[in-house]
Structures are given as structure tokens and as C-alpha cells.
């Protein structure tokens, strides 16, 4: 999703070291894609603060994500051209799948912002599978339940 049906990679650095600035944890641009892309909140946060319980990690997860929201929803845009291929690929009855590491709440504003959910036949975000990328767990199993696999 990020990065493919929206190009939100800028407003997740924002937002992070918008939120890194106010829990106290120490990351900059240039630490951001070492530090953070690729992995869930929880793996981020847990490295950077190991005393912290669960509950905790989660919750930070929850408020960044709605920082990161808030941010991006005023300059918020489907990627060129993703309207009419996704439009393309229905016509032509091709089921589709959004597959996110992104938590839930994420990846249905994208969806809802973009007016795009009633194209996907599945929706898949990091909590359903066992293993978050790079692992491909979640491409698995969107190609299972397409019925692909």
C-alpha cells in the first residue's frame, strides 16, 4: 500500500520524528530508513525502549499512527493513474489485494480517503500474519484467498 497506492513515505518520516521528538526517542533522517522502514511500530519501539510492557509499545504504535493520519489526511492523494487501473483491472474481473505492514487503522484510511475499498477483494494488513515483512507471509496469503495458492 504505502508507497504504491499512496506515496505517503514523507509524512511517515514526519510523523516520526514529530513522535520520536515527543516520547523522548532519539531519530533523525538520516537514522529514519535504518531505524524504521521495513519494520512494524512495535519492533521499532521495542528496540529503542526494551523496558517497555506491551501495552505500552502498542499504545505508542496507536498515537504516532494517528499523528501520522492527521498529517497526511490535509495533503492526501492515491497515486497517479491508480483510479483507472484499478477500474481497468475489475472490468476485466481481475480480483485485487492491498497487503500492508501497515496496522489496520492505516490501511482503511487510505482506502476510505481514496474512495478505493470496493475494488479490493481482500485486505490484509500486518496483524494477520504471523510474520510482518520483508517475510512473505502477507503475499501468501493474499494469493490464498484470492485463490492463487
Known amino acids: 500500500m504505502d508507497g504504491v497506492i499512496i506515496n505517503n513515505n514523507d509524512w511517515h518520516l514526519r510523523s516520526w520524528l514529530e513522535y520520536a521528538h515527543r516520547i523522548g526517542m532519539e531519530l533523525n533522517a538520516e537514522e529514519f530508513h535504518r531505524k524504521v522502514f521495513g519494520k512494524t511500530n512495535e519492533q521499532i519501539l521495542s528496540v529503542e525502549f526494551p523496558d517497555a510492557s506491551e501495552k505500552q509499545l502498542v499504545a505508542w504504535s496507536l498515537e504516532k499512527e494517528a499523528l501520522y493520519r492527521e498529517m497526511y489526511a490535509p495533503d492526501f492523494k492515491l497515486a497517479d493513474g491508480l483510479p483507472e487501473f484499478l477500474e481497468a483491472l475489475k472490468s ?41 515483512k520483508p517475510a512473505p507471509d502477507i503475499y501468501l496469503k493474499s494469493a490464498e484467498l484470492l485463490g492463487f495458492y
Open 92 to 132: 476485466k474481473e481481475i480480483p485485487i489485494a492491498v497487503a500492508s505492514n501497515a496496522p489496520l487503522v492505516n490501511v482503511d484510511f487510505a482506502l476510505d480517503m481514496g474512495d478505493i475499498r470496493s475494488y479490493f477483494d481482500v485486505i490484509m494488513f500486518a496483524g494477520l500474519v504471523p510474520n510482518p
